[in-house]
């Protein structure tokens, strides 16, 4: 099944996804490009699963010159 990999190291197709909230929204509406990218079916249950980890903020990161 599909999970999430914070670490980046579990075997099998991965996809990533950055950590801004539109893009976990967008993903997570759109389930089609979950699919593609992960060469499988995402279930409702996944997509759940996915969408408990989905970030509440966007991080800024603030640059010091």
């Known amino acids: 099944g599909v999970v999430v990999d914070f670490s980046g190291k579990r075997n099998g197709r991965g996809a990533y996804l950055c950590d801004r909230v539109n893009c976990w929204e ?10 593609q990218a992960l060469l499988t079916e995402v279930t409702a ?14 991080k800024v990161t603030e640059y010091k010159e």
Not at 26 to 35: D, F, G, H, P, V
Not at 45 to 58: G, L, Q, S, V
Request: aromatic share 4%; charged share 30%; proline share 4%.
């Open 26 to 35: 967008i993903a997570l509406q759109k389930t089609q490009l979950l699919n």
């Open 45 to 58: 249950a996944e997509r759940e699963e996915i969408a408990a980890h989905k970030p509440t903020y966007d």
